[in-house]
C-alpha cells in the first residue's frame, strides 16, 4: 500500500511563529532539569541586586501588577 505524502510551504515569518514556543518550551524544560538534578547550582544572596530584583517581582505578583511587554516591544523585531 502506497502512503501520499504532503507538503506545506511556509514563509520564514510563518516559520518562525511555529519554532519560537517550541524553543521556549524546551529550554524552560531543560533549565527545569538542571536546577532539579544540581539544586546548588545557583545561588543568590540576600544582598545582590537580583534577589532584591526578584523579592520585588514575587510581591508585585502577588498584587497581579506585572506589565508584560510583546516581544516585539522587548526585542524590537
Known amino acids: ?45 540576600r544582598e545582590m541586586p537580583l534577589y532584591k530584583d526578584m523579592e520585588e517581582i514575587s510581591i508585585r505578583n502577588l498584587e497581579n501588577k506585572i506589565e508584560l511587554f510583546a516581544h516585539d516591544e522587548v526585542w524590537n523585531d
Do not use: W
Request: proline share 4%; charged share 25%; net charge neutral.
Open 1 to 45: 500500500m502506497e502512503t501520499a505524502q504532503q507538503s506545506i510551504t511556509i514563509n520564514s515569518f510563518e516559520f518562525k511563529q511555529m519554532l519560537e514556543p517550541l524553543i521556549r518550551r524546551v529550554i524552560r524544560e531543560e533549565l527545569k532539569k538542571l536546577i532539579h538534578n544540581n539544586p546548588n547550582i545557583f545561588y543568590v544572596d
